[in-house]
């Protein structure tokens, strides 16, 4: 049981590169999540998902686009990086419910945009 | 719009003792969650303890407790007897049942354990 796996780890863009960072959970969690931390900062919310589907902005949505063709998967991609992108990006997932679920997290991926 | 708010940029503790970090929200739902999690140099994100805004206790997860203050909306952590492993990054987070259950995050307390 892996739990939230994030690939890849790392990575270093160029300004008007893209990319694609792939989130996978194997807890058959129905809510998806992107977030993205800036130094000294909490988490901020990107994009969500609520089911194979669906999707749905948070906070800071812009210049990310997500797609979750599986339940299992979550992608989140940037088109056109830009140097503001730079940030640690969180995946995270739980299951809907009125109770202490928590979200679960993945380990991060550093990405750097030159 | 919901909002946290974490007063303490940093924090010191010496070993063995208590502390309090501290956490307001501001929501005008009736429904709600509050979540703390740690984040230690490593990074991830661990999950500590959790209070349902319909909680008549306060939570308690070894040594964290919760005191849950809904009158004025405050969620304070307290972690009893520290240790230098608590050293970390704790943030706040709160979670609204409606909008896919997110979370919104305050900005942290970093909290240093001296030995």
């Known amino acids: 049981n892996a739990g939230v796996t994030q690939t890849p780890k790392f990575r270093v863009l160029k300004t008007g590169q893209s990319m694609t960072l792939l989130c996978a959970q194997d807890?058959?969690?129905?809510?998806m999540y992107w977030y993205r931390q800036d130094p000294g900062m909490g988490l901020r919310l990107i994009h969500y998902s609520v089911g194979e589907g669906t999707t749905a902005k948070g906070e800071v949505p812009d210049g990310y686009n997500v797609s979750r063709l599986k339940k299992q998967n979550f992608l989140l991609g940037l088109e056109s990086a830009a140097p503001s992108q730079t940030s640690v990006y969180f995946c995270a997932s739980s299951s809907p419910g009125t109770g202490g679920n928590e979200q679960y997290f993945g380990p991060g991926t550093r990405l750097t945009v030159t | 719009a919901q909002k946290i708010t974490q007063t303490q940029p940093g924090m010191f503790v010496q070993e063995k003792e208590a502390v309090t970090l501290d956490c307001t929200y501001d929501t005008s739902d009736q429904s709600y969650g509050l979540f703390w999690y740690k984040q230690p140099s490593s990074g991830e994100m661990i999950f500590l303890i959790y209070q349902g805004s319909y909680d008549e206790q306060n939570a308690t997860e070894g040594r964290y407790s919760l005191n849950f203050q809904k009158a004025r909306k405050s969620a304070n952590l307290v972690i009893s007897a520290s240790q230098l492993g608590d050293s970390a990054m704790y943030f706040c987070?709160?979670?609204?049942?409606?909008?896919?259950?997110?979370?919104?995050f305050g900005e942290g307390t970093q909290l240093t354990v001296n030995p």
């Open positions: 987070a709160m979670r609204v049942l409606t909008s896919g259950s997110r979370l919104t």
């Open positions: 807890m058959n969690h129905e809510y």
